[in-house]
T-cell receptor, first 109, second 114 residues
């Protein structure tokens, strides 16, 4: 059974700090990796996708992928209170997504 | 803007009373998904359509059915809702080709069962 594991948190960081969110997955055949942000009571919103080993940067967000270690992470630089949300890691091979339960991030002013 | 639209945003039904949730999309994506998400849990895939091909997850209860009359619309029917079916129901799309796995979500429908 395909599994995606995340620390449920909450991860608390002060405003302006770097938040580091981690995710591990069980299926070595996974090809595509995503980070979704979900505010309370809202639907998931895609913030990053990554397909190959290494880093991918988009604004304040950096996704990191290490397929050998089956590990994907998300760094949020200069964290803002508006970044407070649950971050879902999602992984897929060639068909459907498997989501982790998410990590709650709290950014304090 | 092209998007995924779910109606209604909030739905209240009675125990055992059938309910239908709808999803429409203007992205012209060929794959549509229905997820169930309960509080503090991961979205759970119920089923998906690749074009008209229906794919049911093995653990989706028979109480849940789906219809996709055309590319743009997809419906989730809950035949006899129980208290345990109260959740957020999320519709998502991806495409235009299978393998492009970025999924775009609608705003969701929160279902309450009284």
């Amino acid at each position: 059974q395909k599994e995606v594991e995340q620390n449920s948190g909450p991860l608390s960081v002060p405003e302006g700090a770097i938040a580091s969110l981690n995710c591990t997955y069980s299926d070595r055949g996974s090809q595509s990796f995503f980070w979704y942000r979900q505010y309370s009571g809202k639907s998931p919103e895609l913030i990053m996708s990554i397909y190959s080993n290494g880093d991918k940067e988009d604004g304040r967000f950096t996704a990191q992928l290490n397929k050998a270690s089956q590990y994907v992470s998300l760094l949020i630089r200069d964290s803002q209170p508006s970044d407070s949300a649950t971050y879902l890691c999602a992984v897929t091979g060639y068909s459907t997504l498997t989501f982790g339960k998410g990590t709650m991030l709290l950014v304090s002013p | 803007d092209a998007m995924v639209i779910q109606n209604p945003r909030y739905q209240v039904t009675q125990f055992g009373k059938p309910v239908t949730l709808s999803c429409s999309q203007t992205l012209n994506h060929n794959v549509m998904y229905w997820y169930q998400q309960k509080s503090s849990q991961a979205p759970k895939l119920l089923f998906h359509y690749y074009d008209k091909d229906f794919n049911n997850e093995a653990d989706t209860p028979d109480n849940f059915q789906s219809r996709r009359p055309n590319t743009s619309f997809c419906f989730l029917d809950i035949r006899s809702p129980g208290l345990g079916d109260a959740a957020m129901y999320l519709c998502a799309t991806s495409g235009p080709r299978q393998g492009e796995n970025i999924q775009y979500f609608g705003a969701g429908t929160r279902l309450s069962v009284l």
